[in-house]
């Protein structure tokens, strides 16, 4: 699981670019933190929702694939359903919890909730994900191409 999860860190532009810290507390349970910066605001002071969602993405995503990566799986969303319970300010340490609910053979349900440093919840969402195998996605070329082992 550690090398899938780590090829996941070295190729998640998105994650880098938005500093976006993961933490596999054990399979199917994550934490990832994010401070607010400049770039993700919609008005002078207020993050924009659309960042939420992002990071609520990867929040319960990532939980998903910290259940399947062992198998050499990979996952991609379905569908999600996002709440949105307060507003995150620039300079806010957000912190998303995501956990696997229920996983089939494929399919995964997951949930998580983003909270700021006051442990006020800012969002909260349920996801479903497709579980597949590494074969079937460009990972699996970005692997053979940089001549890494799973």
Do not use: C
Not at 83 to 102: C, E, H, I, M, S
Not at 115 to 131: D, H, L, P, R, S
């Amino acid at each position: 699981m550690e090398k899938l999860l780590e090829i996941y860190n070295q190729v998640n532009q998105f994650g880098k670019e938005n500093g976006l810290k993961l933490t596999v507390v054990k399979p199917g349970e994550i934490i990832y933190e994010m401070e607010v910066l400049p770039k993700h605001l919609a008005t002078p002071k207020t993050i924009h929702g659309g960042m939420v969602a992002a990071m609520m993405d990867g929040v319960i995503g990532v939980a998903a694939l910290s259940l399947v990566a062992q198998e050499g799986r990979l996952v991609s969303t379905v569908e999600y359903k996002i709440n949105y319970f307060k507003p995150a300010f620039l300079g806010d340490q957000l912190t998303g919890k995501g956990r696997v609910d229920n996983a089939g053979k494929r399919i995964i349900h997951t949930s998580g909730e983003i909270y700021n440093q006051n442990n006020e919840i800012v969002a909260k969402a349920m996801g479903t994900f497709n579980a597949y195998p590494i074969e079937k996605s460009d990972v699996a070329e970005y692997i053979k191409n940089t001549n890494q082992q799973l």
